[in-house]
């Protein structure tokens, strides 16, 4: 988001917050999410891409409301409603194709209407057949989950990405000659296919609560959180969007603080140590072993920033609307130990592998492997989910050795305190020399997490290699 996005994303909340009364407040978020979708999507290369992924976007959310709904709802009550808002916005957006003082919301001009409406009767073809099948068969949710784990492959993985940016550009009669893996830049993918996982997961094991489709797409589509998170869950927000909400002062000066703070982190924090933070130019370039430190203590100070920043513009977004967006970061950098950084640092992220992956591994693995040995559990649960938080971020052998060092560093970190459980239990009684310990282990964990950025601020294995190995005086 840049500051014009924000700013908007500001004086919308604020409008719909005074006007938006009872299931108004619902409706106009989810119009302002379905045009932000729009908005926010990147220009891209390949021609009317920037209209057509929002326009996945959306047919994904409904085609997963149909496949986690509960009961058989009304087909003229509660379906047609929000689909006729959604299509409309959609049409609405095309429209200003022809409206040369509007044009455009899209960074491209969108496509023709005699394009975009075939694409929308399909859409609504594929939903009505999904709307016949009944919601107790499990198929769907498992096909859309296996759908948006592809997707996730697929734009995160560069031969693959580069594959679908030049079919894609084939479609649409452009050279593939010219096809890059960066052609596919889909608006906040990686944050709306959890969120969707994380109600087709809960659905198939019967946690989740009913929802209406217009609460789930503003639940999915809730613009303060598309582009960075944080990653909520739906029923703690359809509990907020259900519960009245009045602008009070309080909450204008909690939210309107919060946005403050992280727009003094992002654009002013994170971007001023931007200039000089750990990247492959300078790292290539600079041949000084306290030059190499000074940039990769910039990059962990960088991406801590950045990232906090837009978590905190998110969350005082949300508060101005009568939302309570979860918190994303708690002082990581001040833990005494990874486990506490890793409860501190992206926590929904955090949250979300433990309660859809890390768990259900343990408790598979506890169930069934009774020959193998506790720490060797351990080990398997904590060095795989690292590792696919790692490739979350990308499909690289860098994101995959950045999530290994931390699922290693877990590991070591339990068995340690395993190991000096009555060690640690009487260095509590002895205040100051609680205080050195909890300073030195402060200070090793989060040096272990800055060599750790070395694999996620470089784009290849022999270039990290290289800065670590000069980091430690090789």
Known sequence: MTLPHILTF??????????????????????AGTVALFWLQPAMPIRQMDFWLPVVTLALVVLVWLAIRSGEPSLTGTLLAPIA????????????????????????????????????????????????????????????????L??????????????????????????????????????????IAFRLIHVLRDRQIGTLPAMTLDEFAGYVLFFPTLTAGPIDRAERFVKDLRTPFSLSAQAAFEGGSRIVIGLFKKFVLADGLALFALNATNADQTTSTGWLWVMLYAYALRIFFDFAGYSDIAIGLGRLAGFSIPENFDRPYLKSNLT???????????MWFRAYYFNPLSRAMRSRAKTLPAWAMIAVSQLTTMTLIGLWHGVSWNFAIWGAWHGLGLFIHNRWANATRAQDKAISTRPRLRLAVDII??????????????????????????????????
């Open 340 to 350: 506490a950084f890793w409860n501190s640092w992206h926590i929904t992220l955090a």
């Open 441 to 474: 282990t402060t200070l090793l964990t989060f040096h272990y997490v800055v060599l750790g950025w070395v694999w996620f601020a470089l784009p290849t294995t022999d270039l990290a290699w290289n800065v670590m190995s000069r980091l430690v005086g090789g």
């Open 150 to 191: 592809g997707l996730l492959v697929v734009v995160k993985t560069e031969p693959l990405a580069l594959a679908a940016g030049a079919a894609l550009r084939s479609l649409m009669g452009q050279s593939t000659a010219q096809a890059t893996a960066l052609d596919i830049r889909w608006l906040g993918i990686s944050y």
């Open 10 to 31: 500001v004086v919308t909340v604020l409008l719909i917050a005074l006007i938006g009364k009872g299931r108004w407040r619902g409706w106009l978020l989810l119009v």
């Open 85 to 148: 808002v959604l299509f409309g916005v959609v049409l609405l957006i095309g429209l200003t194709r022809y409206i040369s003082p509007l044009c455009c919301i899209t960074a491209n001009r969108p496509p023709d209407m005699l394009l975009i409406l075939p694409v929308l009767v399909m859409i609504a073809a594929l939903g009505t057949g999904l709307f016949f099948i009944p919601s107790r068969n499990r198929w769907p949710i498992i096909a859309l989950i296996a759908l948006l």
